[in-house]
């Protein structure tokens, strides 16, 4: 792990643009630690994974001060110790729009130029309901446009292939995506999904809708079924009876559960490029070996370092 002096960059290509190996491109969220361990584990993660040459990477970013404060931290290792491209998440909740701008101008002058725009959950968690901040931004149409008056960022915002769990129809939804993109969000990228037909299905609906901008599947990795399966339920995402066959009776058996959701999660990728899918958005967890077999499965393989000989030296 890099230490927070280190004056070695971790590997990586932040100017990395266009397809790779295979026509494949990968991006990957990370979450900013709440103590000394997980730091060290985040940077594990990052260290394992920068290698993979991602177009950028995430940092998420929670209501309140102490973590917006880690996020900010992370977000300016990320910048400082490595040469990969760090995508700032930003939120609406417990903030006027004087505070956003701050630290949107603040993350300005440490070189980020990417943002994730997102409403963010309610105060009491995913599934809450929701309530505008007064002075705030009231959703991420409005800071989005925010966003872009302070400067000509890029921006991602979120997606919801089977509706986001507080719009009363798909239309709804749409409509809230299409504003966005109408005040200059450049890139989606999904709520995770495990049934492609779902994904395409809504990619449909968007195009009819006059959305054209990348709509980016966010693929989530099974490290805990029963977890994963709780958060689904919370966000509204469709667990598959096929899905959780794949995993019954692996609660106690790590080992052969992470193989299975290796597997799962390569196989799901495979087919979205069958479909002409290219870009594909890791939520890691910060847990980077699983993530790491996904990609090595899919093709990737991390760059060697500079100056390293491609090939064997003749004897």
């Known amino acids: 792990m890099a230490s927070a002096s280190s004056p070695d960059p971790v590997p990586g290509n932040g100017a990395h643009t266009g397809p790779r190996t295979g026509g494949m491109n990968v991006s990957f969220e990370f979450f900013p630690p709440k103590s000394e361990k997980m730091e060290e584990t985040l940077w594990a993660a990052v260290t ?3 290698p993979l040459r991602p177009s950028f990477v995430s940092v998420t970013y929670g209501a309140g001060g102490s973590t917006r404060e880690r996020t900010h931290h992370t977000v300016k290792r990320l910048l400082g110790e490595t040469d990969l491209a760090p995508a700032a998440h930003l939120t609406c909740v417990d903030a006027t729009r004087e505070e956003v701008d701050a630290v949107v101008r603040e993350y300005r002058t440490t070189g980020v130029r990417h943002f994730v725009a997102l409403r963010g959950d309610s ?3 995913a599934g809450g309901s929701y309530t505008p901040t007064p002075g705030g931004y009231r959703n991420a149409v ?3 446009e925010g966003l872009k008056k302070i400067d000509d960022f890029e921006i991602s915002v979120s997606a919801y292939p089977e509706k986001h769990p507080e719009s009363p129809d798909f239309a709804t939804d749409i409509d809230l995506l299409k504003r966005k993109v109408d005040n200059g969000a450049t890139r989606a990228i999904t709520q995770f999904f495990f049934d492609n037909d779902i994904y395409e299905r809504f990619v449909e609906r968007v195009r009819k809708a006059g959305v054209y901008i990348p709509i980016v599947p966010g693929i989530v990795p099974i490290h805990d079924f029963t977890k994963v399966a709780r958060f689904s339920a919370a966000t ?10 794949r995993f019954e009776g692996l609660e106690e058996d790590a080992q052969t559960r992470s193989h299975v959701a290796a597997a ?3 196989e799901q990728v495979l087919d979205l490029t069958k479909r002409g899918l290219t870009d594909f958005h890791f939520y890691t967890m910060n847990r980077a070996d699983l993530v790491y077999s996904i990609c090595h499965i899919l093709g990737l393989r991390a760059a060697k370092p500079a100056g390293e000989a491609t090939s064997a030296v003749a004897a």
């Open 142 to 144: 409005e800071l989005v």
């Open 236 to 245: 509204g995402a469709t667990i598959p009876a096929w899905l959780a066959a």
């Open 264 to 266: 799962v999660c390569a």
């Open 123 to 125: 105060q009491t968690g």
């Open 48 to 50: 394992r994974l920068a």
